[in-house]
């Protein structure tokens, strides 16, 4: 088992090591570095591959390290048949990327630095699907969206790239707040804060009265990563990234984190009104919104981008029915959907390499010059048309039967699902057969087929949807049962083939088919059809977001100018009236005003003589006709302060008075100075009045705060342990030294630090000005003299 924790974890850390050794290999090797990177996620997907068997027959595979036992925090994995599904996913298909994005990529300057991005997206999506702690899953989750705000803004000189990246950070990070106060209510319900035992909590989550509130905070996460309706607008602005992105984050990986958010919460939050009336919701709604738009498009890539769109809403909507068919056409698609649309991404990055455009009506007879590139293509449409013999027709004949029923809500979404489905074929079949059918067309580019790097991807991956087709019981066996039984949380026997149920289900296919090649048939006028019915409803999401962000920003300025004003005198009053309310305030709401003690009757007379002194001190203090006396003066009343250390028996405390009040004095001197300020106080009476009482609030506060503080009963629990290890453990005999030197050494280098950093900007602006003194001096020797 210990071997099998470290086999883990090193696996776990290849990404990592990837994305440190990429710039290096790529810097040494050049495209075909691509091959020696690609072997860190092949060893990660061979080491995962060894638990299909032991997942298959129900076993799950823990393990970890903790990190803080005493708040019950760990580095935890947890792999059953979800979560080992999606690590073969994401490291199978990142294998595949690598060596694609070696050949999409070659010769590009920073060929480096996009790998070691890929690397570090690939170890936060692998890190997501396997974590078992709520904070471990959640930290992965967050860097999903860093990691992939770095990838879409990769070519950040161009503003629609920049735009692009921001736009899925807001969105996608604002869905992980939602997320981690989703978490902590969980946590708050069941008392637990890892997955494995989550989902053996599910009555107790069901029946509290946070659920609802549980239920849309995660939603919210879910929905804003798998870009469902009204948030799926991020996910085609994100096609500016680079292809291999595309085919990764958007069709395999980082997009479907929400889905698999969903199923592995389906067995603690599903089966109640609420999950069953929401998700089908959102995800139909989805599912027809993003083929809609994907007609419209010419674009190969925002095609494909809106009907992942699509699938996810599709997947949704499975999840949210949540019957035993409902969940494993849900495992089934999510496989069939990761192989095809990744192939087609490729595809479609292949023709924009070697063509120059993306246009799909610049495109036309490319079969003749790139007809490996369309054999790939045409496999993997096949696959997303749900016709055999690949294993999207397993997917869809399933959809069917979980969906079909007496009713009128499962007549609605059997609706939706053939009307999404068949737009999906249409899409399908424009992609791969309209750029390679027909006469040839000019482009930018002269066309032709693409190198081993660029095509290897993409054929396997459309191999493998006939294949996991025709040796259907061995991939639900191994795969897609798993799947569903970790959703379920009870065993699910998935067992359709090629062979096709007749009935209903096939009827629904063969409609879907017909409808699919009518919309081909008229994909122009459909297209055309699409921009005036979006043109009527007006601007969409994508706009409110322009439209909120920038209102934002005008907020944000304009409370800037009120918070901020540019006026030092504001900012201390702000600052002192909110002490002298924190300070005053809570004594008096809680009723913890101090006693009055009695009049102090052995004071002595030397001791009374350093009292009246502290106050001629502040005396003089309020009179002075100047600033400079003012500070002179203020020195006295600190020198006294230190006195009256020194009397009451603390000589160090003293000595430290006396050097602050000493550098205080000198330094506020020579600072006086070098400004131009007015010699006297020109303030009104009444801001005078104003600021003393500020002064005099806040001097109560503290005074009244440090006697309540005396008058309760003395804890000497920290002296007595620093009087008893100061000595033996820090080899101390100054219990104050050893304290800010080795107990609170961390904290006494942090100030240092501060310090430092201080003294080097304040020498750094002196240098300046001193170098723009010389400029203006050189130019022009009367400025000096006017500028002081």
């Not at 899953?137 to 920049?162: K, M, P, Y």
Request: charged share 10%; glycine share 8%.
């Amino acid at each position: 088992m210990a071997d099998v924790t470290a086999l883990t974890f090193l696996a776990l850390c290849l990404p990592l090591a990837g994305a440190l050794a990429a710039p290096f290999v790529i810097r040494a090797f050049g495209a075909n570095g691509a091959w020696f990177l690609a072997i860190a996620p092949f060893l990660a997907f061979l080491h995962f591959l060894r638990f299909v068997p032991a997942v298959a027959r129900g076993e799950v595979v823990t393990g970890g390290y903790f990190w803080v036992p005493s708040f019950n925090l760990s580095f935890s994995w947890f792999l059953d048949g979800l979560s080992l599904a999606f690590a073969l996913l994401i490291t199978g298909i990142g294998t595949l990327i690598v060596l694609y994005a070696g050949g999409y990529l070659k010769g590009h300057k920073d060929q480096g630095r996009f790998f070691s991005f890929i690397f570090l997206f690939m170890g936060a999506m692998l890190g997501v699907v396997v974590s078992d702690s709520f904070l471990m899953f959640f930290i992965f989750w967050e860097l999903t969206s860093i990691t992939s705000f770095l990838l879409i803004g990769f070519d950040h000189e161009r503003e629609a790239a920049r735009r692009a990246a921001l736009q899925a950070l807001v969105v996608t990070g604002g869905g992980g707040l939602c997320l981690l106060a989703g978490l902590l209510l969980l946590w708050n319900i069941s008392g637990v804060t890892e997955m494995s035992q989550l989902i053996r909590s599910g009555d107790a989550v069901r029946e509290s009265p946070l659920y609802l509130a549980a239920l849309i905070l995660v939603l919210g996460g879910a929905f804003t990563k798998s870009a469902q309706f009204p948030f799926h607008f991020w996910l085609p602005n994100a096609m500016e990234a680079p292809t291999p992105v595309s085919a990764y984050l958007h069709s395999a990986t980082m997009v479907k984190a929400g889905v698999y958010l969903l199923m592995r919460l389906n067995p603690v939050m599903g089966a109640t009104p609420a999950w069953e009336v929401l998700l089908p919701f959102f995800g139909g709604l989805t599912l027809v919104v993003g083929t809609a738009l994907a007609i419209r498009q010419t674009d190969l890539k925002l095609k494909l981008a809106y009907t992942t769109v699509s699938s996810l809403g599709l997947l949704v909507m499975l999840i949210g029915f949540g019957s035993d068919h409902a969940v494993a056409a849900a495992a089934l698609y999510l496989v069939a959907h990761s192989l095809f649309k990744g192939a087609l991404f490729m595809v479609a990055g292949i023709i924009d390499h070697e063509t120059g455009t993306r246009d799909i009506t610049r495109l036309r007879g490319l079969r003749r010059t790139m007809p490996l590139t369309w054999i790939t293509a045409l496999a993997a449409a096949l696959s997303m048309a749900g016709l055999p013999p690949f294993f999207g027709f397993l997917a869809k004949e399933e959809i069917y039967t979980a969906l079909l029923g007496g009713n009128l809500r499962a007549l609605t979404f059997t609706s939706i699902a053939v009307f999404g489905n068949a737009l999906m074929f249409a899409v399908a079949f424009a992609v791969a057969l309209k750029p390679f059918l027909g006469q040839p067309m000019e482009t930018p580019k002269h066309p032709h087929e693409a190198p081993a790097l660029l095509w290897l991807g993409p054929a396997v991956l459309a191999v493998l949807g006939p294949l996991a087709a025709i040796f259907s019981a061995f991939t639900h066996a191994g795969i897609s049962s798993p799947i569903a039984a970790a959703i379920r949380q009870t065993p699910v026997d998935i067992d359709i083939s090629l062979v096709p149920h007749v009935g209903l289900p096939l009827l629904l296919s063969v409609l879907t088919v017909l409808f699919g090649i009518g919309v081909y048939w008229q994909l122009d006028r459909a297209r055309f059809l699409m921009a005036v019915l979006l043109r009527a409803a007006g601007p969409g999401p994508d706009h409110g977001f322009d439209v909120a962000v920038s209102g934002l920003v005008r907020f944000a300025g304009r409370l800037m100018h009120v918070l901020q004003p540019g006026r030092l005198e504001i900012y201390v009053t702000c600052t002192f009236l909110c002490v002298a309310a924190i300070l005053i305030i809570p004594l008096a709401a809680y009723d913890e005003l101090p006693r009055l003690p009695a009049w102090p009757a052995d004071v002595r007379l030397h001791e009374w003589a350093v009292f009246l002194i502290a106050a001629l001190g502040l005396a003089a203090v309020l009179v002075a006709r100047d600033r400079l006396t003012a500070v002179v003066s203020l020195g006295i009343q600190g020198f006294a302060v230190a006195v009256i250390f020194l009397l009451f028996g603390a000589p160090d405390l003293s000595f430290t008075q006396f050097m602050v009040e000493t550098l205080s004095v000198v330094i506020l001197a020579l600072v006086m100075t070098r400004l131009r300020l007015s010699p006297a106080d020109h303030r009104p009476m009444a801001g005078r009045l104003f600021d003393g009482a500020i002064a005099l609030a806040c001097g109560l506060g503290f005074t009244l705060l440090l006697m309540r503080a005396t008058q309760a009963p003395f804890n000497d629990a920290l002296t007595v342990f620093f009087n008893s290890y100061s000595k033996s453990i820090a080899h101390g005999a100054n219990v104050v030294n050893v304290i800010i030197v080795d107990f609170r050494g961390t904290d006494t280098l942090g100030e240092i630090a501060v310090v430092a950093v201080t003294g080097l900007a304040i020498l750094a602006l002196i240098r300046i000005r001193a170098g723009t003194e010389r400029k203006l001096a050189a130019n022009d020797p009367d400025a000096v003299g006017a500028g002081e």
